[in-house]
């Protein structure tokens, strides 16, 4: 076989069968992948703060014991809203070079469409509709058929394709329908990939529909968002909450003006945030969990009392995960907090004890 691969005219070779020593290279599939543990790396998640990744973060990832990285990107760091078909080959060559540390570090790259032509869950919105209209459809399809190329022969192990990230409350049709469009362009130029596709409802419900189409799902970690998401600014009324507690208890007032406690603890989240990712487990779909953590403004020590109930759960259940992020509100680096007893590391401030927490895990 050949020793290189070259992916993307003008760019690097990446060597698909060089391994870093420490690397152990678990072939995934997708009714079973590996216990993938690491981040989220956010250098192409906006397209108007396009920068290339960074080796020292690779390099950090991979010497804490980590393996996973998830590239979550925005269509519009290589491409744009008045031509969709043209394709910048400088970012690819950023990417190309992501999944060169990958394979320095014995780390694996799994690759995101955050924002896709016709659908973002953040602002600004897209011109088309991806789930509505066959153009959006079509430039989407032809995204994903470009990196299926250009990485075609690097291995699964390496390398995945994690569709579209958390594809709103639409129909189970209308989803099924864009994914299998996608997975057809997609195999049509490579038919090894493996590929996972969010849940439904923003990542947290499980489609166990799109088992017949061979690909793994991703889950999430943000529940309940009054943990995760305190005092986060993009959503709305969190300024308002009461400080957050784990286990979580708090008053509802319905708009009839009744109230209700709701309660959240270990057990609420094996049983809501588990257990139905389980049973598709349970027919043939491996599992992920694709972003999850707490905001800055969420109390530290609240944050890791919830954190290890969700990775004790996983650990059970033997998913990995990707923290968002590494670096900022929900990281282990220069995070923000005003609560935690920073530790200079290498010129930044680390997290230690949420470092631990997740080096633990």
């Known amino acids: 076989m050949a020793g290189a691969i070259a992916v993307g005219a003008g760019a690097a070779s990446i060597n698909a069968e060089a391994v870093a020593p420490h690397a152990e290279l678990v072939e995934p599939s997708a009714s079973h992948l590996p216990r993938w543990r690491g981040f ?17 973060d690779f390099a950090l990832i991979a010497e804490w014991g980590f393996n996973f990285v998830r590239l979550p990107m925005s269509y519009l760091c290589w ?22 540390f990958g394979r320095q570090y014995g780390i694996h790259v799994n690759l995101n469409l955050h924002r896709a032509p016709g659908y973002c869950v953040n602002p600004p919105r897209e011109p088309l509709d991806l789930w509505t209209e066959d153009a959006a459809l079509d430039a989407c399809a032809f995204h994903w058929a470009h990196l299926a190329r250009r990485y075609k022969g690097i291995p699964s192990a390496r390398v995945s394709f994690d569709l579209l990230n958390e594809p709103p409350n639409i129909p189970v049709e209308q989803y099924v329908h864009v994914v299998t469009r996608l997975v057809e362009a997609i195999r049509a130029e490579d038919a090894q990939r493996l590929i996972i596709a969010d849940g439904l409802n923003y990542g947290s419900t499980p489609v166990p529909e799109l088992a017949v189409l061979r690909v793994a799902q991703s889950t999430r970690g943000y529940n309940p968002s009054r943990v995760s998401h305190y005092q986060a600014s993009w959503v709305k009324d969190s300024m308002q909450w009461p400080s957050p507690t784990w286990p979580l208890q708090y008053i509802i007032t319905g708009s009839d003006g009744t109230e209700r406690t709701e309660r959240w603890d270990r057990q609420r989240l094996a049983r809501h945030q588990i257990e139905p990712w389980l049973n598709l487990q349970r027919q043939g779909v491996g599992v992920h969990v694709g972003e999850w ?15 290890k109930d969700y990775l004790d759960l996983w650990n059970e259940a033997q998913w990995g995960w990707a923290l968002w992020n590494l670096h900022g509100s929900f990281g282990i680096l220069d995070s923000g907090r005003s ?23």
Request: proline share 4%; glycine share 4%.
């Open 40 to 56: 989220n790396l956010l250098e192409k998640f906006n397209g108007a703060h396009d920068r290339p990744y960074r080796e020292s």
């Open 79 to 100: 491409a744009n809203f008045s031509d969709w078909l043209a394709i910048r080959e400088q970012p690819m060559k950023d990417i190309d070079q992501a999944v060169e």
């Open 293 to 307: 953590g707490a905001h800055n403004r969420t109390p530290h020590e609240t944050a890791l009392a919830w954190m």
């Open 339 to 361: 609560d935690v007893d920073y530790e200079t590391f290498r010129g930044q401030k680390l997290d230690r004890k949420m470092l631990e927490l997740l080096k633990a895990a």
